[in-house]
């Protein structure tokens, strides 16, 4: 069983940024791959960023590429998504989000989820 605690969200200004974070209850932290998932109001929860469980492989969706980077500590049992430049599209609740195995983009594979963490930018 895996638990899963998001933290970090808020309210900013476009152009802002915050540091989101997820750590895990789980005894072996390395045996999971990670990702952040969001969901705007009248929308589905779309992938956002996904990492291996070494952290050496990383995948972004388009619009966060080079604004976006997510980072985890093994150690801590924690992952973590530094978004920078927000936008007020990237106003979303955002989703940790963890499996066994290879990290894939695909929202169903995702095994175990937190409860959420709301991020509103403001123009």
């Known amino acids: 069983q895996v638990q899963l605690v998001e933290s970090g969200g808020g309210l900013v200004q476009a152009g802002g940024s915050l540091r989101l974070s997820c750590a895990a209850s789980?005894?072996?932290?390395?045996?999971?791959?990670m990702a952040w998932f969001r969901q705007a109001p009248g929308k589905e929860r779309e992938f956002v960023a996904r990492i291996s469980w070494t952290g050496s492989n990383t995948y972004y969706i388009d619009s966060v590429k080079g604004r976006f980077t997510i980072s985890r500590d093994n150690a801590k049992n924690t992952v973590y998504l530094q978004m920078n430049s927000l936008k007020p599209e990237d106003t979303a609740v955002y989703y940790c989000?963890?499996?066994?195995?290879?990290?894939?983009?695909?929202?169903?594979?995702?095994?175990?989820w937190g409860q959420g963490t709301q991020v509103t930018v403001s123009s």
């Open positions: 989000a963890a499996k066994e195995g290879a990290p894939v983009v695909v929202v169903g594979l995702w095994r175990y």
């Open positions: 789980v005894r072996t932290f390395t045996n999971y791959a």
